[in-house]
C-alpha cells in the first residue's frame, strides 16, 4: 500500500509541488527578513542624525567651558533610553557620556573610513554616527536589543507560517493533481468494462482535458482497429468452416455411398481420384494458409534482387494464354519497370491477380497490363471487364475466403486467398495494391516505392 501511495502521479505531483513552494518560501523569507533589517538601520539612522543636528546646535549655543551644557544634552536624551551619546573635545577630553562603558570598543580608537559604525560590547549590539566638528567629537549609538528580539520573533512566526502554508499548499497540491487525474481513473473504467464480447464503449473525447485528448483518441481508435479486427476474424473463421466442411462433406458422402454397396475396382478407382481431388483442394487451402500466417509475421524473408517485370508478365502470359483463350481473352502488356525484389514471390503475386482476372473478368475482353516509372516509384495496374463493385466489396476484396457474391457458392476453383496473399507478398516488398471499379472494369493497381 505504501509503494502504490509513493508511486502514485498525484503524490509526485504533489512532492514536486511542496519542493517548489519550499524554496519559494525560503526566498521570500529571505527577501522579507533583509527589507526588515534594511528598514531598522534606516529608521535608526534618521533618528541619530537627527539627534546629531541637535546636539550640534547645542554645542553651539553654550561656550566650550559651559557647565550648563552637560545638562542640557541630557535633557536632550529624556524618553529615549536606547540612545547612547558621548561628546568629546579633540584634545580628548570628555564632556558628556550617558554610557561610559557602551564606548570601550578599540573601534573608536581606530581611524574609520565612514561616520556609521556597528559594535559589540559583551552581550550588547550597537550601531551608530561618528560626526566630527571642529569643537568636538560626537558619537551617537542606538541599542539594537529590541530590533533583535523583534527580528527574532518575526523569523519564528515568518516560519510557523511557511510551515503551515507549505502544508496547505502540498494539501491543496495533492488535491489539485487528483482532480486533474480524474479523467485518468474514468478512462480506465472504461478500459476495465471492454472485452471481446464488449467492444463498442468509447472514451469521451470532447469532454477530456486536452493534455489526455490525444491519448484518449488514440486509445478509440485503437478498439476500432481492435473491434474490425475482431469482426475480421470471426467472419474469417465462418469462412474458413465453410471452406473446409464442403470439401470433408464431399469426401464423406462420396465414401458412404461408395462403401453402400459392393463396386468393382473401376468404381472404387473413380471415387479414390474424386477425393485425391478434395485433398489437394485441402492441401492447397493449407498450405496458403500457412504461407499467410508466416508472411503476416514476417517469417518469410524476400531474396531481394533486381526484377525485370516486363519478363515476369512475359512468362505468365504463355502459361495462361491458353486458359484465357478458352474464354476469348486476349493478353496485352506495355511499359516497362524494374523492381528489387524475390522473383518467385512476386510471380506469385502477379500470378494471383492474372489468374482472378480470367476467372472473373468477361468473355471476350481484353486483360490490359501496364508498367511506369513515375519518380522513383514503379506502379503496375492489372484491368479487366468486370461486373462493377460498391466500395464495401472493394474494401474486403483482400480478406481471407471473402467473395463478392451473397451465394457462397464458387463457380471457379481455388481457395479463396489469392489477393489475401498477393497482399501479403507486396506488404513484405513494402508495397502497396488498390483496387478500383469504374466503368464497368476493376482495376488493380501495385505501387513499389524506389
Known amino acids: ?19 517548489f513552494t519550499i524554496v519559494i518560501f525560503m526566498i521570500l523569507g529571505l527577501v522579507i527578513n533583509q527589507l526588515v533589517i534594511h528598514h531598522f538601520q ?55 557620556s550617558s554610557m561610559p562603558s557602551a564606548f570601550k570598543s578599540p573601534i573608536f580608537k581606530a581611524s ?3 561616520n556609521w559604525l556597528e559594535w559589540q560590547i559583551q552581550d550588547r549590539s550597537y550601531r551608530g554616527l561618528v560626526e566630527h566638528t571642529a569643537t568636538a567629537k560626537i558619537i551617537i549609538g542606538i541599542d539594537t536589543l529590541e530590533h533583535a528580539h523583534f527580528l527574532k520573533e518575526f523569523r519564528q512566526q515568518l ?33 476495465e468494462g471492454i472485452s471481446a464480447q464488449h467492444l463498442s464503449e468509447r472514451l469521451d473525447v470532447e469532454h477530456t482535458p486536452s493534455e ?47 462403401l453402400s454397396r459392393k463396386r468393382d475396382v473401376a468404381a472404387y478407382q473413380e471415387v479414390l481420384f474424386s477425393n485425391l481431388e478434395e485433398f489437394e483442394r485441402l492441401a492447397r487451402m493449407v498450405s496458403d494458409m500457412l504461407f499467410l500466417a508466416k508472411a503476416e509475421h514476417g517469417l518469410y524473408l524476400p531474396h531481394s534482387q533486381p526484377v525485370d ?20 481473352m486476349r493478353l496485352h502488356q506495355t511499359g516497362s519497370g524494374t523492381v528489387v525484389g524475390d522473383p518467385l514471390m512476386l510471380r506469385r503475386a502477379l500470378s494471383n491477380l492474372l489468374s482472378n482476372a480470367i476467372k472473373y473478368g468477361q ?10 516509372q513515375k519518380d522513383k516509384d514503379t506502379i503496375v495496374s492489372i484491368e479487366n471487364a468486370a461486373s462493377e463493385l460498391n466500395p464495401d466489396q472493394l474494401s474486403r476484396l483482400f480478406d481471407r475466403f471473402y467473395r463478392t457474391d ?19 507478398i507486396l506488404d513484405l516488398h513494402g508495397a502497396s495494391i488498390q483496387a478500383e471499379s469504374r466503368h464497368g472494369k476493376i482495376i488493380f493497381t501495385l505501387v513499389f516505392p524506389g
Open 1 to 19: 500500500m505504501r509503494n502504490k501511495v509513493f508511486q502514485a502521479i498525484s503524490f509526485k505531483i504533489s512532492l514536486v509541488f511542496s519542493f
Open 42 to 96: 534606516d529608521q535608526d539612522r534618521s533618528q541619530l542624525e537627527g539627534k546629531v543636528q541637535l546636539i550640534q546646535n547645542l554645542l553651539k549655543q553654550y561656550p566650550e567651558n559651559s557647565v550648563e551644557l552637560p545638562q542640557y544634552l541630557h535633557d536632550a536624551l529624556v524618553g529615549h533610553h536606547d540612545l547612547i551619546v558621548q561628546v568629546e573635545r579633540p584634545t580628548g577630553q570628555i564632556i558628556f
Open 112 to 114: 574609520s573610513p565612514t
Open 159 to 191: 516560519l510557523i507560517i511557511c510551515l503551515i502554508g507549505t502544508f496547505c499548499l502540498m494539501l491543496l497540491g495533492w488535491l489539485a493533481a487528483w482532480k486533474g487525474l480524474k479523467p485518468v481513473q474514468n478512462m480506465a473504467q472504461v478500459a
Open 212 to 258: 489526455l485528448r490525444a491519448l484518449a483518441t488514440a486509445f478509440n481508435d485503437m478498439l476500432d482497429r481492435l473491434e474490425s479486427a475482431l469482426e475480421k476474424l470471426a467472419d474469417f473463421s465462418s469462412d474458413l468452416a465453410h471452406e473446409i466442411r464442403t470439401p470433408i462433406n464431399n469426401l464423406m458422402t462420396q465414401t458412404q455411398v461408395c
Open 309 to 328: 517485370l516486363v519478363e515476369e508478365i512475359t512468362a505468365l502470359f504463355d502459361f495462361y494464354d491458353a486458359l484465357a483463350a478458352e474464354k476469348g
Open 363 to 372: 468473355p471476350n475482353s481484353i486483360i490490359k497490363v501496364n508498367c511506369q
Open 406 to 424: 451473397s451465394s457462397r457458392q464458387r463457380t471457379e476453383e481455388g481457395t479463396g486467398l489469392g489477393l489475401a496473399i498477393t497482399k501479403s
